[in-house]
């Protein structure tokens, strides 16, 4: 089946925009991450979804950023009034439980965020 | 909290040849997962490796193989016959097992590898 799936792959935006990154995860998969990667750096964790329920939002930086899940399938996150220091990757990954144990994430493409 | 180090920010190796990417973690934890990641210009993080604390074996996947070292808490990557296609960023991450922790992976900062034609 298909991969994670990430859109826009590219978004460009002017300071205090706000904008919104979509990841379609695997079909079926119960759990679906988001991470920020900044330049030359290892992706940091901001948020995770057990099917619609947000369980752990405390690598958000800010309130101006929300995340969401509301079907428990395709996720959302928003970024109100986008910082320059907001430029990144952000990731989303899933994976296919909710218990414990080896749990292999699998990851999209990214979305690659500019904010002029 | 967990840590993952990678001090090696970019490492070389001639086509065909071996490399080992080194790693190593520091977490209180006695039950945890360590993965390895290949990150190619792309951007997609793509799953190469995984090895569980309590695995008595080292994790082998084709031409990868996790040097695991519990006491040192050190786990290193080793490439085998390298390939061109192999040059890409490679992360090393952990996530904790126990019940009631957190459930994301922690990443080192990455390491470059270039292969030599």
């Known amino acids: 089946g298909a991969g994670v799936s990430q859109s826009p792959r590219y978004k460009v935006a002017k300071r205090g925009q706000d904008v919104a990154l979509r990841c379609d995860p695997i079909?079926?998969?119960?759990?679906l991450f988001w991470y920020q990667q900044a330049l030359g750096q290892g992706p940091e964790f901001l948020t995770y979804f057990q099917n619609e329920a947000q369980l752990d939002k405390s690598g958000l930086p800010s309130d101006r950023f929300f995340a969401e899940r509301p079907e428990g399938s395709v996720s959302t996150l928003k970024i109100q009034r986008t910082q320059q220091e907001d430029s990144a990757v952000y990731l989303c990954?899933?994976?296919?439980?909710?218990?414990?144990?080896?749990?292999?994430?699998?990851f999209g493409p990214g979305t690659r965020l500019l904010v002029l | 909290a967990q840590k993952i180090t990678q001090t090696q920010p970019g490492m070389f190796v001639q086509e065909k040849e071996a490399v080992t990417l080194d790693c190593t973690y520091d977490t209180s934890d006695q039950s945890y997962g360590l993965f390895w990641y290949k990150q190619p210009s792309s951007g997609e993080m793509i799953f190469l490796i995984y090895?569980?604390?309590?695995?008595?074996q080292n994790a082998t996947e084709g031409r990868y193989s996790l040097n695991f070292q519990k006491a040192r808490k050190s786990a290193n990557l080793v490439i085998s016959a390298s390939q061109l296609g192999d040059s890409a960023m490679y992360f090393c991450?952990?996530?904790?097992?126990?019940?009631?922790?957190?459930?994301?992976?922690?990443f080192g900062s990455g390491t470059q590898l270039t292969v030599l034609p």
């Open positions: 090895q569980g604390s309590y695995d008595e």
């Open positions: 079909s079926g998969h119960v759990s």
């Open positions: 990954a899933s994976n296919p439980s909710s218990g414990w144990g080896e749990e292999t994430q699998y």
């Open positions: 991450a952990m996530r904790v097992l126990s019940s009631g922790s957190a459930r994301q992976l922690t």
